[in-house]
């Protein structure tokens, strides 16, 4: 099963659960510079994880299954790829998180544009689990939504 990318939201706030001996601080997060092109990705793809925000659900450098056909549902553990230019630099492109209210009914597909004249945007609401907080995601900054199914 090919492998993607590493996925991440948010820097870990918790101690790592294993003893391992700490990097020095300089090596400790080699960030992910380069784009990747989503639309290449084969159906079934595996991520791994960086980070524990999904702990005790998904531990923290689980190799987590991805399936891009999948419909997903509120409640669903999803991968949310972010266009290149939403992206600060030196972040990941992709974040996972449990979908807590799914996309607008509106949004057929993505990536997606908001309506040029229209005040109203369409968001997402995803959350992590370690700290419990919920996040409001842009349907215009997001690329591609999949479901992780193992």
């Given amino acids: 099963m090919p492998r993607a990318a590493k996925a991440s939201s948010t820097p870990r706030r918790t101690a790592p659960q294993s003893k391992r001996t700490p ?14 092109d989503v ?13 524990d925000c999904l702990a005790p659900l998904v531990p923290d450098r689980s190799a987590v299954v991805i399936k891009r056909s999948e419909s997903f549902a509120s409640g669903d553990v999803v ?28 949004v057929k597909s993505f990536p997606y544009n ?27 900054d997001i690329l591609a939504i999949h479901k992780a199914v193992g």
């Fill in 39 to 51: 639309g290449a990705l084969p159906d079934v793809y595996c991520m791994a994880l960086d980070g």
């Fill in 23 to 36: 990097l020095p601080l300089s090596k400790a997060k080699i960030p992910v510079t380069r784009e990747h």
């Fill in 79 to 106: 991968c949310i790829w972010f266009r290149p230019e939403a992206v600060p630099e030196g972040s990941h492109q992709a974040w996972l998180k449990r979908l807590r209210m799914n996309v607008p009914p509106w």
């Fill in 114 to 140: 908001d309506h040029p004249e229209s005040e109203v945007q369409a968001v997402v609401v995803v959350e992590q689990l370690n700290p419990m907080r919920t996040y409001a995601v842009k349907c215009s």
